[in-house]
């Protein structure tokens, strides 16, 4: 499987169904009579980001990397969402600004092409944290080693804070991309 297919076919199963549980918590908070905005304050820990930052680096960690692979800089608008992130704690925003960065997150997968970043695979990468660490890997091990882990960890956080918030997921809303392979009269009586 080429490098593209892989990368931006995964990250638009994990934003899919990261869209199903915003919907989801949308009609929990609805059936309780609260504001979702209410929801995007929580954490897992004290020292934990809330919900509102770890939508925001899901956003922007699935758009990041397309850039990067391809040898471009990350533009300042995406960059902005990152920083929306880190700034989430003080500023969390509202549920439908928060719902807009996955949503255009979603879009922006869309646009790239079918062979955008295969000659990335084995490309030089250096990964620069904030902290001034420095990664070097190639366009594969950057894609496995950083920014699927990277994109799954925000993602469960997410998913983990929504169910102790009450929203009720499951198992099945986190691989909804599975039910296009579910082979007829395969499913359990209820």
């Known amino acids: 499987m080429q490098l593209t297919t892989f990368l931006v ?7 899919q169904a990261l869209s199903g549980w915003l919907d989801k918590a949308e009609a929990f908070a609805a059936t309780r009579g609260e504001s ?6 929580l954490r897992l820990a004290p020292d934990m980001f809330p919900l509102t930052t770890q939508l925001r680096f899901l956003a922007f960690q699935t758009q ?4 990067r692979l391809q040898g471009e800089a990350v533009p300042d608008k995406v960059l902005a969402v990152r920083q929306e992130g880190r700034d ?41 944290l904030p902290t001034g660490m420095v990664f070097d890997m190639n366009g594969e091990q950057y894609v496995r080693d950083w920014v699927l ?6 993602q469960m956080v997410a998913y983990a804070i929504l169910r102790q918030a009450g929203v009720p997921l499951g198992k099945v ?12 009269g395969t499913v359990p009586p209820a």
Do not use: K
């Open 173 to 184: 809303d986190y691989v909804p991309q599975m039910f296009a392979y579910l082979r007829p």
């Open 36 to 41: 979702p905005d209410a929801l995007l304050a």
């Open 64 to 67: 990041e990397p397309c850039f």
């Open 88 to 128: 989430g704690g003080e500023r969390p925003g509202t549920w439908a600004e928060a719902r807009a960065r996955v949503a255009e997150a979603a879009r922006f997968l869309t646009t790239i092409a079918s062979d955008a970043l295969d000659a990335a695979a084995e490309r030089p990468v250096a990964h620069e």
């Open 149 to 154: 882990p990277q994109v799954t960890f925000h």
């Open 9 to 15: 076919t995964s990250l638009g199963n994990q934003l």
